[in-house]
């Protein structure tokens, strides 16, 4: 399988395609899917948005907010579940990090995923804090 990674314009993405992302890779459970406009504006305010595409459908996505220099928000990272374990989501966390090298990056896991991050090099943070 050969698959492609490149950062897009977060306004250019068919919304339709993100939304079969999220719904498939299990992370919709957690975003407001059904609002399409909310997750319209989500996609298209992120200023660092990579992809990575299988034969042109789109299999991928990181959705960032960056200054460039010092935090990448790493918001979301989605794959679909028939393409995770394949390495996409390391490489699109690596790529996310090749654009912004000085930054840290720091997300919010998933529960499932709490055991993933610190296999990639990340390492846990006890004083992060979430207001609704």
């Given at each position: 399988m050969t698959w492609h990674i490149e950062r897009e314009n977060g306004t250019d993405l068919d919304l339709d395609e993100v939304l079969r992302v999220y719904r498939t890779s299990g992370l919709g459970e957690r975003r407001p899917i059904a609002d399409t406009e909310r997750m319209a504006a989500m996609v298209r305010n992120a200023n660092l948005v990579l992809t990575c595409r299988v034969d042109g459908e789109l299999v991928g996505i990181a959705r960032s907010v960056s200054d460039f220099s010092y935090v990448t928000y790493l918001s979301d990272i989605a794959v679909s579940r028939a393409h995770?374990?394949?390495?996409?989501?390391?490489?699109?966390?690596?790529?996310?990090?090749?654009?912004?090298?000085?930054?840290?990056?720091?997300?919010?896991?998933?529960?499932?995923?709490?055991?993933?991050?610190?296999?990639?090099?990340?390492?846990?943070?006890?004083s992060a804090w979430v207001k609704s």
């Open positions: 995770q374990r394949s390495g996409i989501g390391r490489a699109l966390i690596d790529a996310t990090r090749k654009e912004a090298p000085q930054a840290k990056i720091v997300l919010l896991s998933a529960p499932a995923a709490t055991d993933y991050y610190p296999h990639i090099g990340f390492t846990q943070h006890n």
